[in-house]
DNA sequence: TCGCAGGTGGTCG
DNA sequence: CGACCACCTGCG
């Protein structure tokens, strides 16, 4: 067990609700239990909107300085950055304070390409038996905690040598064989990590691309365009539903290089909120 | 029963 | 090169 000592931004429901991971599964008593980088934690902090005192239970201080603090993004000033976007406009000024505690994930590359060739077209509870599917089924396995088996996601060299009859028991439909192309391609020429490159890959258009980007590649610039994302601009700002050109110029002229932690802060805002924006916030 | 869900690839004009 | 449109699956 490891305990972190006064933690400012951080909320593990902003964080593990925000829809950047799937693996994370909220306890009775509000602690998170997940994999990551082939560990399994629980993570559980004090109440408080202002600080909190985080325990990692499962772990030790090497894994934490190792794997934890990275993968919570510990080490970026979130009051520096939502001081500076607070000021960009009311609307996200509003978001930021429903949002507070969200923090931008650093995970695995690979589960972040998979995650997210599952995500499309499909449904959050969907998306979690997929994948849970996949390691259950194809996964190494990692080790049990608080009585329960975990597995870790198949390597790429694993799901590449897979048929599409081999998936059919995860459900993925059509998107088993852009997992097989994938896994194949990457097998072969490795992870590149641009946005030209992300996009050669079988089922990976520019929103998937934009979130590998931005939850794995440490890209806090990107962002990802979903149909969430287009209604709150839309709401908000009064760009049209389709017209994602310009809501990708708002968000460079306006977010700059925080431009995918704005989005969080607005995808979270829409998502979780009242699910449609009060007219006085509306610029 | 049918539309829809955190898009993308294929196929037209 | 932009505008459709089909697509696995499960749920309401």
Known sequence: ??????????????????????????????SYTGIAFGKIVNMKTTPGRTMVDLEIDHADQDDFEKIWKHYLDL??????????????????????????????????KWETIISFLISQNNNIPRIKKCIDALCENFGEYIGEYRGKKYYDLPKPQRLSRLSIDDLAKC??????????????????????ETFEYLTT?????????????????????????????????????????????????????????????????????????QNKVDEEVRL
């Open 1 to 30: 067990m490891v305990k972190i000592k006064e933690l400012k931004d951080f909320n593990l429901d902003h964080i593990f609700n925000c829809g950047q991971c799937f693996r994370w599964v909220r306890e009775g008593d509000g």
């Open 75 to 108: 080490e970026r000033d979130y009051g520096e950055i939502k001081k500076q976007l607070s000021k960009t406009d009311s609307v996200m000024a509003k978001a930021i304070e429903f949002g507070y505690g969200i923090r931008i994930l650093n995970q695995d």
């Open 171 to 192: 459900r993925l439909g059509y998107r088993a064989k852009y997992i097989i192309e994938t896994a194949m391609q990457i097998e072969k020429e490795g992870i590149g």
């Open 201 to 273: 890959l079988c089922g990976v258009g520019p929103k998937v691309a934009n979130c590998i980007l931005l939850f794995s590649m440490e890209k806090a610039d990107c962002f990802p365009i979903d149909v969430w994302v287009k209604r709150v601009m839309n709401q908000l700002y009064g760009i049209a539903e389709e017209d994602t050109n310009a809501m990708l110029e708002y968000s460079k002229k306006n977010f700059k290089e925080y431009g995918g932690i704005a989005q969080q802060y607005l995808f979270y805002y829409i998502r979780e909120g």
